[in-house]
């Protein structure tokens, strides 16, 4: 039973932790003591019906504020899969939270409230979510109950979503819209009879077969994660290389080429939780053995021969800002590309995204949440793959080197 991880995004009070916590109710994942602790709990609040978004909100501010601040990830199982959803906050000032829930997600939920329609921050989910290559969208206009079952509500905003996805959507995305209303259950599991409009699959059995292909990489590269060296008898000329392959596929007798040194050798052995195995695939674990006695150190990488792999100190990305302190031209930071860490200097900040407007505009810095195109040198030469091309090795992150946190994400393009 393979798994599918889900990010959900939107504004305030689209009614995230009240779907999520719906889609927990709905599939028997709550316990008899949480189902009593939520009725208890919404009872007090003077409810008269179950408030799910308790199922989800672990934190006491959360559940204080009814607002969502941290992510976490909710599981649940299906007959025919099993689910992780990152639950992100909503508020602009969490943006960050969203893009850490969001960044290893195979599909995302946007929601949208049908009262309000598209707000900015439906625009700032939906851009950021192209960033990332997610090309499974699902825009779920939530609380329908409060306009009606409308229709004409339900097209006017599918014409509005339209508008943008026409101009920032990428080519390669799939996207579905789905009408609900999360508070009373309606269209999430089975179709709504208050919607009989909507012809298409509810919520949970469009999730149940959602397809969601992982794109297998050419550029065969693993980072060094850690250098084995048992120093001991049985194993006294033993050198191997551990780490994840970030990308492609390598297998014994492989030519390969070392980064940054450039040495070429060859792989005389490739070992799987000890255990000899014929070749490593894309998101693999092992260790590998060289014919040569080479250097090679955490975050150096062993690169296949069959594809060509650039290297370069110059690249150009798109950043998102995630620190309160702005970024400007000339600040150093450190880039850190999968496991390899290099001194960087911002070269250029060359022009933000305007979201209400989804257009861009000249920029001489970046301020908290801000997404924009910069220039940046790197001290050593770094894997110089597009995030496009290479979803594996297209990404980084820039790091504060005073206070040692994570200062921005960038896709190199």
């Not at 693999?284 to 053995?289: C, H, L, R, S």
Request: aromatic residues 8%; negative net charge.
């Amino acid at each position: 039973m393979d798994i599918l991880k889900i990010a959900t995004a939107g504004s305030v009070d689209d009614g995230k932790s009240t779907l999520i916590g719906r889609l927990l109710y709905e599939t028997n994942t709550l316990k008899e003591d949480q189902i009593a602790h939520i009725k208890a709990k919404s009872e007090a609040k003077g409810y008269d019906y179950l408030d799910l978004s308790l199922a989800t909100d672990g934190l006491l501010t959360e559940r204080e504020q009814g607002i969502t601040i941290d992510v976490s990830n909710i599981y649940f199982t299906t007959d025919k899969r099993r689910f992780i959803i990152a639950d992100a906050p909503g508020h602009i000032e969490y943006t960050r939270n969203m893009i850490t829930g969001a960044s290893t997600a195979a599909a995302t939920i946007i929601l949208i409230d049908a009262r309000k329609g598209i707000v900015e921050q439906t625009k700032r989910h939906f851009y950021l979510t192209q960033l990332l290559g997610i090309q499974q969208i699902i825009f779920a206009i939530n609380k329908m109950d409060l306009v009606n079952f409308s229709q004409e509500v339900y097209n006017k905003i599918l014409h509005d979503i339209s508008s943008i996805t026409h101009k920032w959507g990428a080519k390669d995305c799939q996207y579905h819209y789905i009408p609900i209303a999360a508070l009373g259950g309606e269209n999430i599991v089975a179709s709504s009879e208050k919607m009989s409009w909507y012809l298409e699959r509810p919520l949970l059995p469009l999730l149940e077969n959602i397809n969601t292909q992982t794109i297998q990489h050419e550029e065969s590269i693993i980072q060094v994660q850690y250098v084995i060296r048992p120093k001991q008898e049985a194993f006294h000329d033993y050198r191997g290389f551990a780490g994840k392959v970030n990308s492609g596929r390598f297998k014994v007798g492989d030519p390969v080429q070392i980064h940054p040194s450039g040495v070429e050798t060859s792989i005389s052995e490739i070992e799987k939780y000890g255990i000899n195995v014929p070749f490593l695939s894309q998101g693999e674990n092992g260790t590998i053995i060289l014919k040569d006695p080479v250097d090679l150190s955490r975050g150096n990488s062993i690169n296949g021969k069959n594809k060509e792999i650039p290297f370069t100190n110059s690249i150009k990305a798109t950043v998102c800002w995630m620190e309160n302190e702005s970024l400007n031209s000339s600040k150093k930071y450190w880039l850190q590309q999968g496991c390899n860490k290099v001194q960087a200097r911002v070269a250029n900040v060359e022009n933000k995204v305007n979201i209400d407007q989804l257009a861009l505009e000249s920029a001489t810095q970046l301020g908290l949440n801000d997404i924009g195109t910069i220039s940046i040198q790197t001290a050593e030469t770094i894997i110089g793959i597009s995030y496009q091309e290479n979803q594996q090795m297209g990404a980084f992150i820039l790091i504060n080197p005073v206070t040692n946190n994570t200062a921005g994400l960038g896709f190199i393009k």
